[in-house]
T-cell receptor, first 116, second 116 residues
Framework: AQKITQTQPGMFVQEKEAVTLDCTYDTSDQSYGLFWYKQPSSGEMIFLIYQGSYDEQNATEGRYSLNFQKARKSANLVISASQLGDSAMYFCAMREETPGYSTLTFGKGTMLLVSP | NAGVTQTPKFRILKIGQSMTLQCTQDMNHNYMYWYRQDPGMGLKLIYYSVGAGITDKGEVPNGYNVSRSTTEDFPLRLELAAPSQTSVYFC???????????????FGDGTRLSIL
């Protein structure tokens, strides 16, 4: 089974609207972290937001928020007031807190296109 | 404020040639990683290192070798290049896990490698 599943290959949204990018994960660890990265067409990986498994509140960073539903094992990224510059590939990733190492497992990504 | 620096940015190799992808970071991070990203896919972990002198295999290590003689440098070696190794390669680093649970991995800008 995949550890990180992003079911939306592509999403379209109009400028200034909100959009939700889905991410579900699979782990038996009690302690883990969830990350979202943005990859624009230029190719670099840009960190957006982090949610720890023990964090009681949903993470927020500016226009980005993470809708964390632990029981459903989902960590959806919400982008409010979309901008043209938000057009990019978005990756959800999980870091399992297995002692001794700290590696990330990535989903396949969702391509977001923001139209004027 | 360099962060993670990868060289070269682009390279074309012939089948059977060898090369080393360079990665250096100036943030004094203990953890370093090598990923590959195939078209339309997420990142897959090739090798990682938790400190100088310590390396371990990730999900897709075959055909690659690494070394970590210093904290700063983590080169990736391809010994006998094959067309299946055509990909974009990312190096990343992160602080020691225990002291920085919410610290993301910092990525270089990537090396685009084509094997013909």
């Amino acid at each position: 089974a995949q550890k990180i599943t992003q079911t939306q290959p592509g999403m379209f949204v109009q400028e200034k609207e909100a959009v939700t990018l889905d991410c579900t994960y699979d782990t038996s660890d009690q302690s883990y972290g969830l990350f979202w990265y943005k990859q624009p067409s230029s190719g670099e990986m840009i960190f957006l937001i982090y949610q720890g498994s023990y964090d009681e509140q949903n993470a927020t960073e500016g226009r980005y928020s993470l809708n964390f539903q632990k029981a459903r094992k989902s960590a959806n990224l919400v982008i409010s007031a979309s901008q043209l510059g938000d057009s990019a590939m978005y990756f959800c990733a999980m870091r399992e807190e297995t002692p001794g190492y700290s590696t990330l497992t990535f989903g396949k990504g969702t391509m977001l296109l923001v139209s004027p | 404020n360099a962060g993670v620096t990868q060289t070269p940015k682009f390279r074309i190799l012939k089948i059977g040639q060898s090369m080393t992808l360079q990665c250096t970071q100036d943030m004094n991070h203990n953890y370093m990683y090598w990923y590959r990203q195939d078209p339309g896919m997420g990142l897959k972990l090739i090798y990682y290192s938790v400190g100088a002198g310590i390396t371990d295999k990730g999900e897709v290590p075959n055909g690659y070798n690494v070394s970590r003689s210093t904290t700063e440098d983590f080169p990736l070696r391809l010994e006998l290049a094959a067309p299946s190794q055509t990909s974009v390669y990312f190096c990343a680093s992160s602080p020691v896990k225990a002291r920085a649970r919410n610290q993301p991995q910092h990525f270089g800008d990537g090396t685009r490698l084509s094997i013909l």
